[in-house]
């Protein structure tokens, strides 16, 4: 039988290297979740956007219908315009002030249209996740 110090210094190696790369691994698992949590949270805020879009779009038909002024047409354009470019900002802010600051070298967008890039980047990854429970 060898020393058995020998055995203590495997063994104590062996130990720090397994938890090692389980602090590596977890830490990469980490970072995937969050990059799929952005993911599914820009998809929605898409889709809720197109959806008042769809309620927009009926309102206007709406007020045509019942030959509203143009000037009324024009303001609810605006608003709606205004209102959207607000949601919008304020729903991308609400996002990145979600990540710890550790997270931020892994954010990829910091305004709307560079989300929707990597939304765009991204977008067979979410059409395959969104419709996975779909089958």
């Known amino acids: 039988m060898g020393p058995w110090w020998l055995y203590a210094l495997v063994f104590l190696f062996g130990y720090l290297t397994h938890k090692t790369f389980y602090f590596i ?7 995937m979740l969050i990059r799929v949590s952005q ?20 309102r206007l ?3 045509k219908e019942i030959e ?24 991308i802010k609400a996002i990145l002030e979600q990540h710890p600051k550790f997270y ?4 990829e967008f910091d305004n709307w249209k560079a989300a929707m890039q990597y939304l765009e980047k991204n977008k067979q990854f979410v059409l395959k996740l969104l419709k996975q429970d779909k089958k």
């Open 61 to 63: 038909r709406q007020l």
């Open 25 to 31: 691994r977890s830490i990469r698992i980490s970072i």
């Open 68 to 91: 509203a002024p143009e000037e009324d047409i024009r303001d609810l354009r605006r608003s709606f315009n205004a209102e959207i470019s607000n949601y919008k900002e304020v729903a």
């Open 39 to 58: 993911l599914i949270s820009l998809a929605m805020l898409v889709k809720s956007t197109e959806y008042m879009y769809h309620s927009h779009t009926a």
């Open 104 to 107: 931020n070298s892994i954010v």
